[in-house]
């Protein structure tokens, strides 16, 4: 708001410059943002705080600030209360939307030029002089900061020979012309000003141009009211109309500032507007008084909050200059808070004011006395970023996705959407229930990579959440895609060998891959799905996505993923690690080939060769595997040693030979010779 320097310093009584009036109230109440001198007459710019707009939006409001920061009391202008005559009909139909309303007729006016002195300051605060009357309006919001106006009682509609105000809403289609000499459509949300025919005025936003006030005007209806914050609002932004008015209205004033706002603008007209200027009506209808109210304020507490010892005669003095009623019972402030200072409400609210006063920059600095220990170990979070750095290793990108998908992303997936939580306020479609899996949107990431890269390989950490017979559960869950377009092979074994490198990393012993036929979970590969299990437990799976799934996405490679349940692998005992000395004694490395059937396990296999080779057998590597025309064929790499005697070639034969015995019998294996 734009302030005349000159109005300030002869309400607040301050001697400061204006330059030091700007330094004084940035540091304690508002900042100070522009200056302008002409003249005599200097104008200020300060940034109001809308919760300060219902009294600091005004020079009486801001020279009593200017008081308070300087330690002293405001004293407030004395207004002569008009004596209460019959005559002028209100009638408020919803006074919820119009809590308090003011009406007065004043005869006998003359229109014309209002003083100089009176446009000087109207022009140094931002606003242009038309005449007396409207500059009497405009003036004493600026004083007081209670909207005013004022209406051509000639061109108001009358009943009985007597003026009547209504002050109800707008009807559907109804229509007025306001000052801006627009006209605008209502509604039935906008509150408007109306006489016994036809709205005169949008309430609280700007008076009607039909009955505005001209040189011919002799008698005249002042209006001081209070009106709905919300319903201002609504009906400013409606019409994008903003003005002085609807902008403190917005901000929630005082209903008790009506009267003296009334009583201010009547002073003014008599002094101003013609000798033989009289009051013939006067109607206040304030139905639920406003009234001071009491917060008990702590003085320990004071102190506690701000990290300071203020005494306590100095908290009185700040809020008994804030125009604050108090009484000490003991260490016990009880204040009385005018109604103008709608923003407090609480003991914080007043701790802040002392704070604020007294100032901010003289509270000395101290350092915080806290105890120093270490802090509890996040076992979860400490797993976690374990996760990450070893799947980073192994040339994996982490990516973060919301924790919610949409309707169609379920249906792509062949699940069920019953089996879903749904958001009762999603952001979009696209947010509208709980991810119950982690992979569906990891497709997504898929699909949008392979765009631009032929290669992928990204995981993320994060929760799944299920509805367990009206329970709703969430559960820690990691997954993870590989899927590379310049590589013709199966996708899964490289895969599988990363999930098994992440697990032996973590520590994990004695991790088993058993073949899923007819996965749960419609959205796995029928028959390239394996359980990751450890001592019997599952943990997760590794596997390729159904290729219907990949079409309803548009992937058309083969993709393989991973997922690994967080909770179940935190509540698994890690074994004891042991250490074995490098072996002094050499060890060979034999490749072994092979065809097998379809329906052979690759952990049956496994297992025949360290039952036959026993101890000597270090070590088997998978390292190629080839489908064709119904026929699969394997690679494996041996790695066979003795921790007592290095072997002699006789020796290692031997124990190829029982190895390869072995699988022809037990598993039909056919190995090339």
């Not at 990290?307 to 009185?316: A, C, R, S, Y």
């Not at 999603?426 to 119950?436: A, C, E």
């Not at 060998?497 to 990393?505: M, R, S, V, Y």
């Not at 074994?575 to 060979?588: D, F, G, H, N, R």
């Amino acid at each position: 708001m734009k302030y005349s320097y000159n109005w300030l310093k002869e309400l607040s009584g301050t001697k400061k410059s204006p330059k030091e009036l700007a330094e004084l109230l940035t540091m304690r109440a508002f900042e100070f943002e522009d200056m302008k001198t002409e003249g005599k007459e200097t104008q200020m710019e300060f940034s109001i705080l809308p919760n300060r707009g219902h009294d600091a939006l005004s020079h009486t409001g801001m020279a009593r600030e200017i008081s308070a920061c300087e330690g002293r009391k405001f004293s407030s202008p004395p207004f002569l209360k008009p004596s209460f005559r019959n005559g002028l009909g209100v009638e408020i139909q919803d006074k919820k939307l119009c809590p308090r309303y003011i009406g007065a007729v004043l005869e006998n006016i003359s229109v014309g030029q209002s003083p100089k002195w009176m446009q000087t300051r109207l022009l140094a605060s931002g606003v242009k002089p038309i005449n007396n009357i409207v500059d009497i309006t405009n003036y004493v919001m600026l004083e007081t900061g209670q909207p005013m106006h004022a209406f051509d009682i000639a061109k108001i509609a009358t009943r009985n020979a007597k003026p009547e105000i209504i002050v109800r809403k707008g009807k559907k289609g109804e229509k007025i012309k306001l000052l801006d000499e627009k006209e605008y459509e209502l509604t039935e949300k906008n509150l408007v000003i109306a006489d016994s025919e036809k709205p005169i005025a949008l309430a609280g936003v700007m008076g009607g141009f039909d009955s505005a006030i001209s040189r011919k005007t002799t008698s005249i209806l002042l209006e001081s009211a209070n009106f709905n914050s919300t319903s201002i609002r609504k009906t400013r932004t409606s019409h994008n109309i903003i003005t002085e008015s609807s902008h403190r209205f917005e901000r929630e004033i005082d209903p008790n500032l009506a009267e003296a706002g009334m009583a201010r603008a009547i002073e003014f007209v008599k002094e101003l507007c013609g000798k033989g200027a009289e009051i013939t009506a006067y109607t206040d209808i304030y139905p639920k008084k406003v009234k001071a109210w009491q917060i008990r304020l702590e003085t320990s507490y004071v102190n506690s909050l701000l990290g300071e010892n203020i005494p306590v005669p100095k908290m009185k003095n700040i809020l008994e200059n804030l125009g604050l009623a108090v009484k000490m019972s003991g260490k016990i402030f009880n204040c009385e808070i005018p109604t103008r200072r709608i923003d407090l409400k609480t003991q914080e609210d007043l701790i802040e004011e002392i704070g604020r006063i007294y100032g901010y920059e003289n509270i000395k600095e101290q350092a915080p006395v806290v105890e120093v220990k270490t802090p509890p170990q996040n076992l979860k979070r400490d797993f976690e970023n374990k996760l990450r750095d070893i799947l980073v290793g192994l040339g994996f990108s982490e990516v973060m996705n919301y924790s919610f998908y949409s309707a169609d992303d379920i249906a792509k997936c062949n699940l069920k959407i019953e089996d879903h939580i749904e958001v009762a306020n999603p952001l979009s479609l696209d947010q509208q229930y709980l991810r119950r899996n982690l992979i569906s949107n990891l497709l997504k990431n898929v699909k949008l990579n392979l765009k631009n890269f032929p290669k992928v390989q990204i995981f993320e950490i994060g929760k799944k959440f299920r509805d367990n017979k009206g329970k709703f559960s969430e559960y820690d869950h990691l997954a993870g895609v590989f899927v590379d377009n310049l590589v013709k092979e199966t996708p899964f074994f490289e895969l599988k060998g990363k999930t098994e490198a992440l697990l032996i990393n973590l520590g994990y012993q004695n991790v088993k891959y058993e073949a899923l036929q007819n996965p749960e979970m419609k959205f796995w590969h029928q028959s390239r799905t394996a359980r990751i299990v450890i001592n019997n437990q599952e943990i997760g799976k590794v596997g390729e996505i159904n290729p219907q799934i990949l079409e309803n996405y548009g992937i058309k490679k083969r993709v393989a993923v991973f997922g690994l349940k967080i909770s179940v692998l935190l509540e698994m005992k890690l074994p004891e690690k042991q250490y074995k000395a490098v072996s002094k004694l050499p060890i060979v490395e034999r490749d072994l080939s092979m065809f097998v059937e379809k329906e052979t396990k690759y952990s049956d296999i496994v297992a025949s060769i360290k039952k036959s080779g026993g101890n000597l057998v270090k070590n088997i590597n998978l390292f190629d595997v080839f489908e064709k025309e119904g026929e699969k064929s394997l690679a494996l790499r041996l790695k066979i040693g003795s921790d007592a005697k290095t072997l002699t070639s006789a020796e290692i034969d031997a124990v190829m030979k029982k190895i390869i015995s072995a699988l022809e019998k037990d598993l039909k294996v056919k190995v090339r010779k």
